[in-house]
Every structure is written in structure tokens, then in C-alpha cells.
């Protein structure tokens, strides 16, 4: 069974950090792409990171730009979020996911694997 399992998360003050981890199992993904969405209470689902399969190219909403990196293990099936300078507008359910395409996009109905979710809480 192919799973992606999530670990971090937690509550952090504004201006604070937080890394999100994200684990393939059941198969690898160390030659596809991985991303981070998120889903703030109210709203939708929407794009926040995606690494390409060599870990060449990363891509980033507007919102996190220069305050969240994301990155990839050497054997390629961890991906980790790292949060920094949070916000309070950085709360949500964070989820990653895996597409078995090569080509990475910002599109969450692109990824096939979903993981279980992580939420993030930002006190200001």
C-alpha cells in the first residue's frame, strides 16, 4: 500500500519556525514530484511548495516565498517543509503529496498520493 505519512507541525508564535516532514512508503517517489498544500479552516486547499524529481527546481506560492523552503532526502522519498518568519495567516491542515507523472505543477487534482494531514497553529 502506498502511503505518504506526515510528522512536525505544532504550534508556533508569529515570526517563529516549524518543519514538516513527509515519508513515502510502499513504493518510491524518489524520481516524481512532491508538494505541500494547505487548507485553512474555511478555504480551500490550496498549493504552497512543490520540488521537482532531482530536486533541481522548487516552486513556491507568492505567500511563503523567501520564508518556507522545501527539500528532499538524498534516496529522494522525504520531502520536509521548513517554516520560518510564520504568520498567522499560516494556519491550516498541511498536506503533502506525490505525483506519479514526472513533470511537477501547482495543481492539487495532479497529485495522486495524499498525506494523512498535519496541522499548523499560529499564535500571534
Known amino acids: 500500500q502506498v502511503q505518504l505519512v506526515q510528522s512536525g507541525g505544532g504550534l508556533a508564535q508569529a515570526g517563529g519556525s516549524l518543519r514538516l516532514s513527509c515519508t513515502a512508503s510502499?513504493?518510491?517517489?524518489?524520481?516524481?514530484?512532491m508538494a505541500w498544500f494547505r487548507q485553512a479552516p474555511g478555504k480551500e486547499r490550496e498549493f504552497v511548495a512543490v520540488?521537482?524529481?532531482?530536486?533541481?527546481?522548487?516552486y513556491y506560492a507568492d505567500s511563503v516565498k523567501g520564508r518556507f523552503t522545501i527539500s528532499r532526502d538524498n534516496d529522494g522519498n522525504t520531502v520536509y517543509l521548513q517554516m520560518n518568519g510564520l504568520k498567522p495567516e499560516d494556519t491550516a491542515v498541511y498536506y503533502c503529496?506525490?505525483?506519479?507523472?514526472?513533470?511537477?505543477?501547482?495543481?492539487?487534482?495532479?497529485?495522486?498520493?495524499w498525506g494523512q494531514g498535519t496541522q499548523v497553529i499560529v499564535s500571534s
Open positions: 520540488i521537482s524529481f532531482s530536486a533541481s527546481s522548487t
Open positions: 510502499g513504493r518510491s517517489f524518489n524520481n516524481k514530484p
Open positions: 503529496a506525490a505525483r506519479i507523472a514526472s513533470y511537477y505543477t501547482v495543481y492539487e487534482s495532479d497529485y495522486d498520493v
